[in-house]
């Protein structure tokens, strides 16, 4: 099919000239203007809006669009000469109520004006840039009615009269004051703002000033607050219920920087009522809503978070200086534990588990816990009481949560390697005595600790563990091959311990009874026999034992005693009376074990199985010792001076510290070197920087110390100095 080409159509001019009655403009508006009049007075009813349209249509399009927009102006502002003088003459509480009905009535008569001229609202006013209808309909309000002088400041009383009464507690015509504050805002933005908002904030600032100094003077900062809260949502309140939305970020700036923020300092500070008292008296509902109030102004968190933290601190350091306190390690850091869960608590309940406020109680905590030298000692200790007695008869949910507490604590160590020391030492004294509640509990820490500083720092606690579950097995096949041998005689169970994972100690003499060292013989052979390569030392004061004890009329007892405490009991199976020299001759049991031991057999009240002369608490290279034949109890078993960990005493604390100090030194220049081997060439800053770096997970190195250990890896040619820079290192390969 061929494309045939289509045919444009155009449109000409009409050329029959139309002729117009000169008159017809004017009578045409007079018809208009009479409608105009008849809408404001209304009468309406009786209006053809059809044929009022066509009119207005008509004038349009023979161009008298001019005469019909001036001629709308000029009487639309008569008509509003007329309101404005009767919105001006209504008396007292019937102004609002006068202006909101004659508001209703010129949007109700805008609106049929709009539609008789909606000609020339389309046609028209786009043309010649012009105001539509509706829109001049507002703006001649706005200009007649609301900026006459009269009402404009008549309007503005009223309405922040009826503010301050309803801040007084009277009720107002809520929905009159909505209808008012949206008039303003339906003429535009700059209306509502300069002829109400503006004035409402001065009069606001005013207002919340004096209040605020009022209450200030009369109030406790719990009350002070409440009234702050309360006064902050009725602002809230009374924007939703009659102002523009935008208001409301404006009017509770101007609340907070009044009763808050200029307080903020004097509330936090109150005597008897503010932060601190808070705090001690566990107020959490107050501090939830000072918490709450403060956020709202600038600095507002700092404030609470900074004293906060400054009380914390000193309260830490007084307990860590209360001298009754440390008497007794255990209540020490449960103590330590209480104070970090009320505080805790705090945060979580009030402070809404705030990351800044968790921050600060850490490094608060951390402060203070690491100002007492003896902390990593007294957490040990702490564990050490929990594993041993602490935790029986408690869930596994409950053991965890200790555990996990305890954690915490030692995260807040820097010498995290003293704790490691004491903790062996403590864990060591458990399991060797059979003292442990758990042993999933002691893997469990261990575990943790595993997860918090690595392999290295657990694997010689770990090594522990694997040392009793061998000695087991080695007991297994020593009773299986020597059984027959041992007959009556005494039973025997060994522990055997690796050298490097247990705690040092120092091989002690002691001379065992006959029947003791006949089936220790006995062990030494059969473990040699088995192990190639290895040697048996016996650690006696590690030991314990069971005796069978028969005393007066035949009562018989079972004495749980340490294996010094054994060597002597022995002795008086041979002899009633024996002094404290031939003791210690027989024996060879070092003096201050020895007196220990003597004094645990001898001065305790239920316990003395031997009596002592002269009877004193202490025990002299004088005394004699005999049997006490006439020793009753009511329990078969009886205990006798259990190996309970105790705090050190100083020059014990001393000599721990110092075995700690040489055990950081090969750890200190390990870390040089490795520091050393990759940069090869560093300044002394920096290694001492990078140095901390690395083993700040274990203990916080001294600078004095490092630099010593630099010398000393100089001396060993590890190291060297450059010949141009006395501070400068290089790493000799």
Known sequence: ???????????????????????????????????????????????????????????????????????LVTTMTSHLKEISNSIEAAQGGLFLDELNRKWAEHNKALQMIRDILMYMDRTFIPNTHKTPVHELGLNLWRDVIIHSHAIQSRLQAILLENVRRERSGEVIDRGLMRSITKMLMDLGPSVYQDDFEKHFLEVSADFYRLESQEFIESCDCGEYLKKAERRLNEEIERVSHYLDTRSEVKITNVVETEMIESHMHRLVQMENSGLINMIVDEKYEELGRMYCLFRRVSNGLVLIRDVMTSYIRDTGKQLLTDPERLKDPVDFVQHLLD???????????????????????????????????????????????????????????????????????????????????????????????????????????????????????????????????TSQDTMQGFHASHGSDIGDGPMLSVQVLTTGSWPTQPITTCNLPAEILGICEKFRNYYLGTHTGRRLSWQTNMGTADLKATFGKGQKHELNVSTYQ???????????????????????????????????????????????????????????????????????????????????????????????????????????VRIMKARRVLDHNNIVAEVTKQLQSRFLPNPVVIKKRIESLIEREFLERDKGDRKLYRYLA
């Open 566 to 672: 054994m060597c002597v009991l022995m002795l008086f199976n041979d002899a009633d009376r024996l002094s404290y020299k031939e003791i210690e001759q027989v024996t060879e049991i070092p003096t201050s074990d020895l007196k220990r031991c003597l004094q645990s057999l001898a001065c305790v009240k239920g316990k003395n199985v031997l009596r002592k002369e002269p009877m004193s608490k202490d025990i002299v290279d004088t005394d004699t010792f005999l049997f006490n034949d006439k020793y009753t109890s009511k329990f078969f078993k009886v205990k006798i001076g259990t190996v309970a960990a105790q705090r050190e005493s100083e020059p014990e604390n001393q000599e721990t510290r110092q075995r700690v100090e040489e055990d950081r030194k090969p750890q200190i220049e390990a870390a040089i």
């Open 339 to 469: 104070l970090k869960d009320k505080y805790d608590k705090i945060i979580t309940s009030a402070f809404r588990n705030d990351k800044t406020f968790q921050n600060a109680l850490n490094s608060s905590f951390e402060y203070f816990i690491n100002l007492n030298s003896r902390s990593p000692e007294f957490i040990s200790l702490f564990v050490d009481d929990k594993l041993r007695k602490g935790l029986r008869g408690v869930t596994e949910e409950d053991v965890e949560l200790v555990l996990d507490k305890v954690m915490m604590l030692f995260r807040y160590l820097q010498e995290k390697d003293v704790f490691e020391k004491y903790y062996k030492q403590h864990l060591a004294k458990r399991l060797l005595s059979g003292k442990s509640v758990s042993d999933d509990a002691e893997r469990s820490l261990i575990v943790k600790l595993k997860t918090e500083c690595g392999y290295q720092f657990t694997s010689k606690l770990e090594g522990m563990f694997t040392d009793m579950k």
């Open 1 to 71: 099919m061929s494309a045939q080409k289509k045919k444009a159509f155009q449109i000409e001019a009409f050329k029959h000239r139309v002729v117009v009655d000169p008159k017809y403009a004017e009578k045409t508006w007079k018809i208009l203007e009479h409608a105009i009049h008849e809408i404001y007075n209304h009468n309406a009813s009786g209006l053809s809006f059809e044929e009022l349209y066509r009119n207005a249509y008509n004038m349009v399009l023979h161009k008298f669009g001019e005469k019909l927009y001036s001629g």
